[in-house]
């Protein structure tokens, strides 16, 4: 079978945590170059894996609270690029990268490709932001570092993306799993099927939550197959962790990072197996190491070997992040709780969106979702026993009853980037 590059990929968990020890060690090291782990982290050194246990967090206040350069390990001058997030409230985040940290960081990008069955003979078509955001630069070097035909169209503008798909016989994408939906519809008033009138074969999504039912329709829409692909700035962007073909977990590249599940009320790491908060440590970069950052992502590690032989852990499909959750009425909610009863009916969309408001000084929540079909719209019995069955299954799922509206297929408001599926209005006491 081949593999990218299959020395590190299947290192026996003895040999991959004695690697992990000695690129720690050297982390420490960098990292006590920065201002802020000066003050932490000078003289410490692990011998065991396990000891990282003794190390401090960081956490994205501590990134903000440093901006911009309280977390910088080197001399600006051997810096080449940074990407931040939007910031459109307070200071953003923002990680530094030398020419090292991109080469290694479009290699774990090229693995993760390869690893979903990506070749060099693809035409890959990345309907991504390009710029600050990582979803652009970070699958474009990747892409060309695997070696396939690269179109960095960028994101939106439908029409533009099928012609390209069509001009050039693109065989993989890469979008927001939200922007497939409307894509998709595009295809269909332009009178195409995707499946028939391109030659796409796979689809990489990523970079928001989405749950397993959603990916099933982005793969029968265009039929494809959909691969799950992880990552956030603060650990390079995509190409953190990654489906194989056999969709079972995403591997998490563990010559790259530290991985740990903790309880995010103690702190302290979960048992094999159990939900957490997903704590991650950078092994390989040198403008700005990263230690035992709180993601705020909840997930839990896969037991057992993939079949694909890697040895690198899977990590489960991202629930959600603690930051997330919304409280009404005293029951915690996360939006994918929704979502994964809104996509088991066919007759509604990928689209929707909840309203928390305030009525009567009681807190209420809206589920608006799109319906599937305009022919739907106007039999008034099937809109009641629709929306009955999906408030009813919504009910059993988070233990409050919500108000669901049925609205019309493309009345949701939408922009070009990550969905928006929570809007709060409740007036805080
Ligand atoms: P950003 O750094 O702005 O790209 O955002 C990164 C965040 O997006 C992560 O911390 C996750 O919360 C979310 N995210 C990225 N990829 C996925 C994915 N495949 N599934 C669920 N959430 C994701
Ligand atoms: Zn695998």
């Given at each position: 079978m081949p593999y990218w590059e299959k020395d590190l990929e299947t290192l026996s968990r003895t040999d991959l945590e004695k690697l992990q020890v000695i690129r720690l060690n050297k982390t420490i090291e960098q990292a006590t170059q920065s201002p802020f782990y000066s003050k932490t982290l000078k003289g410490k050194q692990v011998r065991d894996i396990k000891e990282i246990q003794d190390l401090p967090f960081t956490t994205k206040q501590d990134l903000r609270d440093n901006f911009p350069y309280g977390f910088l390990s080197v001399n600006k001058k051997e810096v080449v690029r940074l990407h931040s997030s939007s910031g459109t409230t307070g200071n953003p985040t923002v990680v530094f990268h030398t020419q090292h940290d991109l080469n290694s960081w479009a290699n774990l990008m090229a693995r993760c490709l390869y690893a979903a069955?990506?070749?060099?003979t693809d035409v890959f078509q990345n309907m991504s932001g390009y710029?600050?955001?990582?979803g652009g630069l970070g699958f474009q070097y990747g892409i060309e570092r695997l070696g396939c035909l690269s179109i960095?169209?960028?994101?939106?503008?439908s029409l533009r993306q099928i012609k390209l798909m069509q001009d050039y016989g693109t065989t993989v994408g890469h979008a927001i799993p939200s922007y497939l939906k409307r894509l998709y519809d595009v295809f269909l008033e332009a009178g195409l099927d995707p499946k028939k009138d391109t030659d796409l074969h796979t689809l990489m999504i990523g970079a928001e939550p989405h749950t397993d039912e959603q990916r099933r329709r982005i793969e029968d829409m265009f039929g494809v197959k959909a691969y799950n692909s992880f990552g956030l700035s603060e650990m390079n962007g995509p190409g953190v962790a990654f489906e194989c073909v056999h969709q079972d977990g995403m591997h998490i590249w563990e010559d790259a990072y530290v991985v740990e599940i903790v309880n995010?009320?103690?702190?302290q790491p979960v048992p094999d197996g159990e939900y957490g908060e997903l704590v991650m440590t950078t092994l390989?970069?040198?403008?700005m190491p990263l230690i035992?950052?709180?993601?705020r992502d909840l997930t839990r590690f896969l037991p057992g070997q993939c079949k694909c032989g890697r040895t690198h852990r899977r990590l489960d499909r991202i629930t959600g992040r603690s930051d997330d959750m919304f409280i009404v009425k005293g029951c915690n909610i996360f939006p994918m709780q929704v979502e994964g009863i809104l996509m088991k009916f066919k007759e509604i969309s990928s689209d929707y969106l909840i309203t928390l408001d305030t009525k009567s000084d009681n807190d209420v929540m809206i589920v608006e979702v799109e319906l599937d079909s305009k022919e739907f719209v106007a039999d008034i019995n099937f809109l009641g026993n629709l929306t009955q069955k999906i408030t009813n299954e919504l009910r059993d799922e988070i233990l409050i009853k919500p108000v669901v509206k049925l609205v019309q297929p493309g009345s949701i408001p939408k922009g070009e980037g990550k969905a928006v599926r929570v809007v709060d209005k409740r007036v805080k006491s």
């Open positions: 069955g990506v070749r060099d710029g600050l955001f990582t960095p169209a960028g994101a939106g503008n995010p009320e103690t702190l390989d970069r040198v403008a035992r950052y709180r993601t």
